[in-house]
């Protein structure tokens, strides 16, 4: 090369640098086209468009030259609970009058199996909402019964109702309703719809839907039928007795009968085979990681925002435009490697609940001791106006100015701010004390909706988003010293509607049959901090209210305001502990 002229080299550079700008883009389209075509069936959990898609990344990977992550492979399989079947035992008895799944029952698919017998108490909409001086369970001893509730909320759509009348308060899920028939003392759940909003279509109960995660509630749950409320109950006037308590906005809660009823669940909840996709660029004991989901909602499981889900749900933007980003930054970064090791993920299971990176986290490849930096993309493909947004700038010391001199290459407007908190993939390494990147374009009206599409998509701007994390990549490795971590303390993201707050992250990835949650950290500065929980530490019980799943916790910080002190039992190797933490108000 040497011997050549000046200007040969110069155009040979040229040459190169606008032949490799090119495939970019190209090789940006193919994927996204890839990924988000309709026969991917929008990549969901347990699907054979799931499947497809790692088996691309691999094989991208292996055209590549990267080195299989895991023993030789480039997959990380791991099991995840998901979707419900339902057994033949399911029924509700009464004397000689036996109701089953073909008539007039149905299991919720949350409900724990198991059998309940005693005397049934009807407690009105099931709601306990001091905040509107209301309170099904007032006039009602529950204790060691079944408890028989209507779904909604008194008043709906009523907009003089001391509820929210127009909008449902968090009163109105089955979730809370189970949590608060618990807090009760209830031995089970059964739930009807009230006749006054049913309309005249009969009643068709759905089974549990088998494409979701499940979290056991506890105790047995069903929806049961007017009709099978009519059959056990026959004095019961259950049109009359909703059209008091709407009218009144007063309970009117009654034994219903003391006799033994019988409420069984036969369920049992399935598991499906997932897998992580990794490949490693060689290089020294230094680690970065870059990472991108590459599952999506399937035909619209729960998270879709579709009025009626059902179409593929292809995912172009969220999240096919991050994980083409992270084959392109990989095939540029292979092309000129660093002198780090670089660990290329493409994370599964992140749409329900972040469960490929804390497996990724959990059973981590190389040390996990040397990763300098995590990287996530998810959600690159709609730069408008030349703005990428890079959020976790706080995480380190660093970030700040390194994030400013890639961008100065790339030529995007880089706005870099923000802690190490948020619902993707990056927090997962955040809450292990890894300083964290998250790169995202904005949020738009096609997300989680089936109109999500490849057409959307700005290539010529997302061939400088890969860049950019080629170039931010170089630069954390040019860095002589190792970042310096910086364990960030802000409140809650705001957005929510939860008064209290207590401060921890629940492990979404926690088995299903574990009763509790399990903490995957803990934010600093918040109440469950201070209590001194941690990271893997076991939630039982807040206040009075015993925590089985993150939709207890939910309930409980519903029921308790900031400022209350709170009794806290949670169990640390298998010893359970007991302690008491004082909320803060949520600024969710
Ligand atoms: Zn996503």
Redesign the pocket.
């Given at each position: 090369m040497r011997r050549n002229p000046p200007w040969a080299m110069v155009a040979l550079l040229l040459l190169t640098a606008g032949l490799a700008a090119a495939n970019t883009e190209e090789n940006l389209r193919a994927h996204v086209g890839y990924l988000a075509d309709d026969a991917r069936q929008g990549r969901g959990i347990g699907t054979p468009g799931l499947r497809e898609a790692a088996d691309y990344i691999a094989a991208e990977f292996r055209s590549m030259g990267l080195k299989p992550a895991f023993e030789g492979s480039f997959f990380q399989p791991f099991e995840m609970g998901w979707g419900v079947a339902l057994g033949p035992a399911n029924h509700v008895k009464l004397g000689e009058a036996r109701f089953d799944t073909s008539k007039g029952i149905m299991p919720l698919g949350f409900s724990s199996a198991a059998t309940a017998r005693g005397a049934v108490v009807f407690a009105g909409y099931g709601i306990t909402a001091p905040e509107y001086e209301y309170d099904d369970f007032a006039e009602v001893q529950a204790e060691g019964k079944i408890v028989l509730c209507m779904t909604g909320e008194p008043g709906e759509f009523d907009t003089t109702s001391v509820f929210e009348g127009v909008s449902y308060t968090t009163h109105v899920t089955l979730r809370a309703k189970v949590s608060n028939a618990k807090l009760h003392g209830a031995t089970a759940l059964l739930v009807v719809e009230g006749p006054i909003y049913a309309g005249t279509a009969a009643e068709v109960l759905k089974p549990p839907r088998s494409d979701e995660p499940y979290m056991d509630c506890g105790i047995p749950a069903m929806r049961v039928t007017r009709a099978t409320v009519s059959a056990l109950f026959p004095e019961f006037d259950l049109e009359s007795v909703q059209r008091f308590i709407d009218a009144n906005t007063a309970p009117r809660s009654l034994e219903l009968k003391s006799d033994t009823v019988e409420v069984a669940v036969d369920i049992s909840r399935e598991t499906v085979e997932v897998r992580n996709v990794a490949g490693i660029i060689p290089g020294d004991s230094d680690v970065i990681v870059i990472g991108?989901?590459y599952d999506?909602l399937g035909l619209g499981q729960s998270g879709s925002l579709d009025e009626k889900p059902g179409e593929v749900h292809n995912?172009a933007d969220?999240?096919a435009s991050?994980v083409a980003s992270i084959l392109e930054a990989a095939r540029i970064l292979k092309a000129e490697p660093i002198a780090a090791s670089v660990l290329v993920v493409a994370f599964t299971a992140?749409?329900v609940g972040l469960g490929g990176s804390r497996q990724i986290v959990d059973h981590f490849p190389l040390s996990l001791d040397h990763v300098r930096i995590m990287m996530n993309l998810?959600?690159v493909g709609r730069v408008r106006e030349n703005k990428l947004t890079v959020i976790g700038c706080k995480t380190a010391e660093e970030f700040p100015s390194l994030v400013d001199s890639a961008a100065a290459k790339t030529g995007l407007e880089v706005t870099c701010k923000g802690d190490g908190y948020g619902?993707?993939d990056h927090m997962n390494f955040y809450l292990v004390d890894k300083p964290v990147l998250f790169l995202f374009t904005g949020a738009h009206e096609d997300y989680h909706r089936s109109s999500d599409d490849a057409d959307k998509i700005n290539y010529a701007d997302m061939t400088r988003v890969a860049n950019f994390t080629a170039d931010l990549t170089r630069a954390v490795d040019a860095h002589e010293q190792p970042l310096t971590f910086v364990k960030v303390s802000e409140p809650a993201q705001k957005g929510g509607r939860f008064r209290s707050s207590f401060g921890s992250i629940p492990d979404f990835s926690q088995p299903d049959s574990l009763l509790g949650m399990r903490l995957s950290g803990v934010r600093e500065g918040g109440p469950a901090a201070q209590a001194g929980l941690t990271r893997g530490d076991l939630l039982r019980r807040l206040g009075k209210v015993t925590i089985n799943n993150i939709y207890d916790l939910t309930y409980a910080l519903q029921i308790y305001a900031p400022g209350d002190t709170v009794i806290v039992e949670f169990v640390r190797e298998d010893e359970l502990h007991s302690t008491t933490a004082i909320l803060q108000p949520s600024t969710r």
């Open positions: 991108a989901h999506h995912g969220d999240n991050g992140e749409e998810d959600m619902p993707s």
